[in-house]
C-alpha cells in the first residue's frame, strides 16, 4: 500500500540554525499538510498545501516558517531560525482531495530537537 | 470553529476484554469524524472515519465507532482487546466547507492492554 515517507526520523539542530524537513507524499494525492506534536501535547495543524501554493495557515506557521513543493515528489517545510520552542514531532500527510470526508494518510514524523 | 474531546487520557483494560475510548465532538457544520491509532515511534494510522453515511463505522483490526448526533459523540469500541492493541488513539474532526480541510485532533487517550 502506498505511504507517505519523511525523512530525515530524528534531526537534531542549533538553535538559530535552518532546518528542512522533507516528505515524499503519496503520488497520486494533490492537497499536502504538516502537523506538529510537542512533546504531551496534541497534534496541531501547521499548514495545507494544494496547487503550489498555501491553502491555509494557523497561527503557528510565522514568517520563520515556509513550505515547498520543489519538484513533482517533495514537499517541504523550512524552519528559517529555529527556536528551542520548535522542538516537536513534525507530521507530514497528503489526501487525494480537500473535501473534509477525504482522510488524510500520514508519515512516521521527524522528531526535531532543537538545542 | 471545530473542537475534539477526549475523556479518558488512559485506559488500561485486560487483554479480552472490551474497549471503550470515549470522545465528543463540537462542529459548525456537519462534520467528518476519524479515529487515528499511533503506535510508539510509528506514524498516524488511520482505523476509521464516518462521513454522513451509516452511524455505525467499523474499521480495521475489528474496531467501530459509532456517530450520535444527539450526544455529540463519536466513541471507539472493541469487543476483545489485544495485545498488540496497546497505542495512543486520536479522535479527529474535519469539517468543511474550504479548500483543503485541516483535521482538529483530540488530546489522545492511551490504552494499555494487561494479561
Known amino acids: 500500500e502506498p505511504e507517505v515517507t519523511q525523512t530525515p526520523s530524528h534531526q537534531v539542530t542549533q538553535m538559530g540554525q535552518e532546518v528542512i524537513l522533507r516528505c515524499v507524499p503519496i503520488?497520486?494525492?494533490?492537497?499536502f499538510y504538516w502537523y506538529r506534536q510537542i512533546l504531551g501535547q496534541k497534534v496541531e495543524f501547521l499548514v495545507s498545501?494544494?496547487?503550489?501554493?498555501?491553502?491555509?495557515k494557523s497561527e503557528i506557521f510565522d514568517d520563520q516558517f515556509s513550505v515547498e513543493r520543489p519538484d513533482g515528489s517533495n514537499f517541504t517545510l523550512k524552519i528559517r531560525s529555529t527556536k528551542l520552542e520548535d522542538s516537536a514531532m513534525y507530521f507530514c500527510?497528503?489526501?487525494?482531495?480537500?473535501?473534509?470526508?477525504?482522510?488524510?494518510?500520514f508519515g512516521d514524523g521527524t522528531r526535531l530537537s532543537i538545542l | 470553529a471545530q473542537s475534539v474531546t477526549q475523556l479518558d487520557s488512559h485506559v488500561s483494560v485486560s487483554e479480552g476484554t472490551p474497549v471503550l475510548l470515549r470522545c465528543n465532538y463540537s462542529?459548525?457544520?456537519?462534520?467528518?469524524l476519524f479515529w487515528y491509532v499511533q503506535h510508539p515511534n510509528k506514524g498516524l494510522q488511520l482505523l476509521l472515519k464516518?462521513?454522513?453515511?451509516?452511524?455505525l463505522v467499523k474499521g480495521i483490526n475489528g474496531f467501530e465507532a459509532e456517530f450520535k448526533k444527539s450526544e455529540t459523540s463519536f466513541h471507539l469500541t472493541k469487543p476483545s482487546a489485544h495485545m498488540s492493541d496497546a497505542a495512543e488513539y486520536f479522535c479527529v474532526v474535519s469539517e468543511g466547507p474550504g479548500t483543503a480541510s485541516k483535521l482538529t485532533f483530540g488530546t489522545g487517550t492511551r490504552l494499555q492492554v494487561t494479561l
Open positions: 500527510a497528503s489526501s487525494k482531495t480537500g473535501a473534509a470526508s477525504q482522510p488524510q494518510h
Open positions: 462542529s459548525s457544520y456537519s462534520p467528518s
Open positions: 464516518y462521513t454522513s453515511a451509516a452511524t
Open positions: 498545501f494544494y496547487n503550489n501554493e498555501i491553502s491555509e
Open positions: 503520488s497520486n494525492h494533490l492537497y
